[in-house]
């Protein structure tokens, strides 16, 4: 099973950026997408944005499209998210997933591995 680390993560004021990485500890011949979801406290996790492995094709959720972008470096073995504009609502842990099966739906069940988790707070 992949092993994926987060990080970049931290405190950061209303309207500010961070960045975000996840790698990956082996290599991804057999991986579809990764993805970074968030789950802020009392919350279900929830999907942020996604990648496409082979392609770099983007996936976005409505509430982080034109704020967020993921990108992927396939020789490294990496995936990053650059958040931008970030609100007081974007606090939260984020976790990278990563996704076998072919597949272009982002539940949390299509995602066979995860990160430990980051936190990110966005502060007023």
């Known amino acids: 099973q992949a092993q994926l680390v987060e990080s970049g993560g931290g405190l950061v004021q209303a309207g500010g950026s961070l960045r975000l990485s996840c790698a990956a500890s082996?290599?991804?011949?057999?991986?579809?997408?990764l993805a970074w979801f968030r789950q802020a406290p009392g919350k279900e996790r929830e999907f942020v944005a996604a990648?496409?492995?082979?392609?770099?094709?983007?996936f976005y959720a409505d509430s982080v499209k034109g704020r967020f972008t993921i990108t992927r470096d396939n020789t490294n073995m990496t995936m990053t998210l650059q958040m931008n504009s970030l609100r007081p609502e974007d606090t939260a842990i984020y976790y990278c997933?990563?996704?076998?099966?072919?597949?272009?739906?982002?539940?949390?069940?299509?995602?066979?591995?995860w990160g430990q988790g980051t936190q990110v707070t966005g502060s007023s």
């Open positions: 997933g990563l996704r076998r099966s072919r597949g272009y739906t982002f539940g949390l069940r299509d995602f066979t591995s």
């Open positions: 082996e290599r991804t011949r057999d991986v579809f997408a």
């Open positions: 990648i496409t492995w082979s392609g770099g094709t983007p």
